[in-house]
């Protein structure tokens, strides 16, 4: 009988084959599904959480405990509507997070059942239908910024050490492997600063527990000045975390697809490795809401991937399992894109990009 790390390695190969031959599809929004729950602060408390001292509405992550049945369905439905990569529901489950509704304790045991109900959705989509399907922990950028001070009074003050975010990072990665995750998603990267961070968590986490997982990196270029909010470009946020030999990098959150596309279009020009993309469905409306319909995501993506400028592609904010379905129609038996072949350089970056000349 196969042991957990030889099914995981197995997982993999499968993973990077697949990626080679076709578009990958990831799911979508979690946090808008939820909502449509209406669920109440008892559904967060369950009847562990009775006593919390804070109100506990709106820590969706906590749910992976206190409602497993929630996030099971919704991964299920994100399954049924062609995802091929599952995140597990661990956007807010480090403990910088979490302490903001005193929770810091049970974090790990958050992303633990994270990774497991992702894990026990997936394998029973493959056990029906023999198709792979992979789960990808997610990392979120945490509530803090390590590189921008909070307090205008005083610019040199910071909320959070890079020891402090490696540290919760990788506690939290630690257990998502322990979940059974197949790959590690740093997602929503603000501030390359707390991706550099997580990505030293990943790689001492993984060390320490004699496994190597493949590991995406997805960045946010948070409005149309073409920067991230620590204020690097596209080219420059490449130039960051390219030595960490991603399995993809890409864009997600903050934009629609029809903003988002300026901006893949020069990721796909300089990535070595594939692309993954997920914006989200539009601009969010006054009220909050994503109003941009399947069909409508679903065409600027299929265009992305017609025009060869992504390898895996899904939703953020708003989109659902029929925006997943569209888009997975979109793209279906389309050529994935080749990565960039560019001339060995130095290349390094602050907010703008530099490369080294050839001499």
């Known amino acids: 009988m196969p042991t957990e790390d030889a099914r995981r390695e197995h997982r993999i190969a499968a993973l990077e084959r697949a990626l080679a031959e076709r578009i990958l599809v990831l799911d979508g929004a979690m946090g808008s599904l939820i909502q449509g729950y209406a669920l109440e602060e008892a559904d967060f408390r369950g009847t562990r959480f009775t006593d919390s001292a804070k109100d506990l509405k709106g820590d969706n992550d906590l749910l992976n405990i206190t409602r497993p049945d929630v996030i099971r369905e919704i991964h299920d439905r994100y399954l049924e509507a062609g995802a091929d990569i599952l995140e597990t529901n661990t956007f807010n489950a480090t403990t910088i997070s979490q302490a903001e509704y005193g929770l810091e304790a049970v974090a790990a045991e958050i992303n633990r059942e994270g990774a497991r109900i992702a894990r026990a959705s997936v394998d029973a989509a493959v056990a029906r239908d023999g198709r792979p399907r992979w789960v990808a922990g997610a990392l979120g950028p945490t509530s803090r910024t390590a590189s921008m001070s909070p307090d205008v009074n005083d610019p040199g003050y910071r909320a959070v050490t890079f020891d402090d975010l490696e540290t919760a990072y990788r506690e939290e990665v630690e257990a998502l492997i322990d979940g059974g995750v197949d790959l590690l998603l740093i997602e929503t990267v603000f501030d390359t600063l707390n991706a550099k961070a997580a990505i030293f968590a990943v790689e001492t986490a993984m060390e320490a527990r004699g496994v190597r997982l493949p590991v995406i990196i997805s960045g946010t270029i948070t409005d149309r000045s073409g920067r991230t909010l620590s204020g690097q470009t596209t080219e420059a946020f490449w130039n960051s975390v390219a030595h960490v030999r991603p399995l993809a990098v890409g864009l997600n959150c903050a934009l629609g697809a029809d903003l988002m596309r300026p901006y893949v279009q020069e990721l796909s020009r300089v990535a070595g490795t594939p692309v993954s993309a997920y914006p989200n469905a539009g601009l969010p409306n006054a009220f909050g809401g994503y109003d941009e319909a ?5 065409a600027h993506l ?8 992504v390898n895996i592609v899904g939703g953020c904010c708003g989109t659902t399992p029929d925006h997943i379905r569209a888009i997975a129609d979109a793209v279906r038996g389309v050529k994935p894109r080749a990565p960039a072949d560019r001339p060995v350089r130095m ?5 703008e990009p530099f490369e080294m000349p050839a001499f």
């Open 294 to 298: 399947p069909h409508e995501t679903a």
């Open 302 to 309: 299929g265009a992305w991937a017609r025009d060869g400028l």
């Open 347 to 351: 290349r390094l970056a602050g907010l």
